[in-house]
């Protein structure tokens, strides 16, 4: 931001000129993200009379691409005693064509005269100038990317099916630091064949007593 070495007349008259400056009417609709506001041409009726009146005046100039894709755009308020504020400021070009520079041209004029002046303004179509992407029905994206429900093992806290089709059971292993046992999962195939034996004989493995017997058979013994 540049001003000149004193602006205590303009900061007076500006101050005089927001206080008469009326809303301006947000009478464009945004059909990206459903809302209103007021384009370039209502805010410069808002702000004319009241500037006018007060000696100031409004000058924007196009300063032309910089950063490679960001349009600066130089605002500058001024006062008849010769006093001045000037502000410069970029803004991305959304599309790289006649429109696209026209579009955020436009956003950027506007957006940096209601910021001169503190006119309240709702964000418009400049989002769909200088926003990467216009709103999206978040609840479809987030159902397209909720993960699938991962299959989960089945049965109960002595015998579970896992989701690749083992059977696992509970078996003691060993005791915590306060003298109580403690259970893990372990893969039938994994056990003994005392193991087995004991097991297929204990109600609370009954999901498994079948493979147990299998299992058992395979190994050449009888249950």
């Not at 007021?38 to 409004?58: H, M, Q, T, W, Y």
Request: aromatic share 6%; glycine share 6%; net charge neutral.
């Amino acid at each position: 931001m540049e001003m000149s070495e004193k602006i205590n007349a303009l900061a007076e008259a500006l101050a005089k000129a927001q206080g008469e400056m009326k809303n301006a009417v947000k009478g464009c609709d945004n059909p990206f993200f459903k809302s209103k506001y007021a384009d370039l041409a209502e805010c410069l009726n808002v702000a004319r009379e009241p500037l006018s009146k007060n000696g100031l005046s409004i000058f924007q100039a196009n300063e032309g691409i910089v950063e490679t894709s960001k349009l600066a755009v130089t605002t500058m308020i001024m006062h008849s005693s010769g006093q001045f504020i000037k502000v410069t400021s970029s803004y991305p070009i959304q599309k790289n064509d006649a429109q696209g520079f026209g579009s955020t041209l436009t956003y950027a004029r506007r957006y940096s005269l209601a910021a001169a002046l503190g006119l309240a303004q709702e964000d418009d179509d400049g989002n769909s100038a200088c926003a990467p992407e216009p709103k999206q029905d978040f609840k479809a994206k987030n159902k397209e990317q909720k993960p699938k429900a991962q299959p989960q093992s089945t049965g109960d806290k002595f015998v579970k099916i896992t989701p690749q089709g083992d059977i696992v059971v509970t078996v003691a292993n060993g005791h915590d630091k306060n003298g109580r046992p403690l259970a893990a999962y372990k893969n039938i195939k994994d056990l003994t064949i005392e193991e087995l034996e004991k097991m297929v004989t204990i109600p609370q493995y009954a999901l498994a007593h079948t493979a147990i017997k299998t299992l058992l058979e395979e190994m050449g013994q009888t249950a």
